[in-house]
């Protein structure tokens, strides 16, 4: 009886020390897996607080074209920079 246990537990304590290949890429893939859906997360989370923040801007510039603020044409640019080139001309520089 003491032979057939000694065979027995050699054979289950083999089988826990060694684990297989196919074991070794399973745990692998598992690992692999884990670590890819951290990422996700992480991802996720930081497309929700850019989703949140591009919210805030449109808060924003709503708020700031309802109450009458406007962005200069690009005609009205060239028309603001050739008044304070001539405004800068025109002042006298200490000599």
Do not use: C, D
């Not at 951290?38 to 109450?67: D, F, W």
């Not at 008044?83 to 025109?90: A, L, S, Y």
Request: glycine fraction near 4%; aromatic fraction near 6%.
């Amino acid at each position: 009886m003491n032979f057939w246990l000694y065979k027995v537990y050699g054979t289950i304590a083999k089988s826990i020390k060694i684990m297989t290949e196919q074991q070794k890429h399973l745990q692998q893939g598992l690992e692999q897996q884990q670590q890819v859906i951290a990422e996700v997360n992480n991802l996720n989370n930081q497309l929700n607080v850019k989703r949140e923040l591009a919210t805030k801007l449109q808060g924003v510039i709503e708020y700031l074209e309802q109450t009458g603020v406007k962005l200069l044409t690009p005609e009205e640019i060239e028309v603001e920079t050739e008044k304070k080139q001539e405004v800068t001309k025109e002042s006298p520089k200490a000599e």
